[in-house]
């Protein structure tokens, strides 16, 4: 069965920082879409990046980028140059063939200091 | 405005009761989605429609049941309602079947049973 660990409940990180949140998933399936999504207080999920398992190259959105480690079946959302309104909870997700068992992880709190 | 509209935001209702989610997706996208978001147990995939026909079952209970209507509109059914089914619920679409690229989150239907 398919899973997704973000082994890091909460992260601090300064203003202005990067910050890496960290997601490893695990499927036998060869063909899978590897997702962040940024869950704010206010509670609406917003889409921040997608990672094709054939993708070549890393996906890059903006200030997000994902570092795409197929062999050691990892995800992890690099933030660059972290702002206050980053502060929210983040998601790895994982989906397999026509949508089907689309999971999350538990997610991450991430808080950014002033 | 993401462009997915669920209603109600909010519901309160009592144990034994019945409830109805309504979730517009984003113009043009023919899959829906349906999440569960409880403390306990994190995001949760319930069901995915594409284009009126369901395409996927995750982690539904046989007291909830869903739809997607021919305008493409989808209704989530809860009946026989718990204290346990007090979670948020979340809608989302996709334009492509197998929602690779992403989905886009509607703001969330947070149910409170009493």
């Known amino acids: 069965a398919q899973k997704i660990t973000q082994t890091q409940p909460g992260m601090f990180v300064q203003e202005k920082e990067a910050v890496t949140l960290d997601c490893t998933y695990d499927?036998?399936?060869?063909?899978?879409?590897l997702f962040w999504y940024k869950q704010p207080s206010s509670g609406e999920m917003i889409f921040l990046i997608y990672?094709?398992?054939?993708?070549?190259q890393n996906a890059t959105e903006g200030r997000y980028s994902l570092n795409f480690q197929k062999a050691r079946k990892s995800a992890n959302l690099v933030i660059s140059a972290s702002q206050l309104g980053d502060s929210a909870m983040y998601f790895c997700a994982m989906s397999l063939t026509y949508g089907q068992n689309f999971v999350f992880g538990p997610g991450t709190r991430l808080s950014v200091l002033p | 405005d993401s462009g997915v509209t669920q209603t109600p935001k909010h519901l309160i209702t009592a144990t034994g009761q019945r409830v109805t989610l309504r979730c517009s997706p984003r113009s043009g996208d023919l899959s829906v989605y349906w999440y569960q978001q409880s403390l306990d147990q994190g995001l949760q995939f319930l069901i995915h429609y594409y284009n009126g026909e369901e395409r996927a079952k995750g982690n539904i209970l046989e007291r909830f049941s869903a739809q997607q209507f021919p305008d493409l509109h989808s209704e989530l059914n809860l009946s026989s309602l718990e204290l346990g089914d007090s979670a948020l619920y979340f809608c989302?679409?996709?334009?492509?079947?197998?929602?690779?690229?992403?989905?886009?989150f509607g703001s969330g239907t947070r149910l409170t049973v009493v």
């Open positions: 499927t036998s399936d060869p063909s899978y879409g």
């Open positions: 990672q094709g398992s054939y993708d070549q």
């Open positions: 989302a679409s996709s334009a492509s079947e197998d929602g690779k690229r992403g989905y886009t």
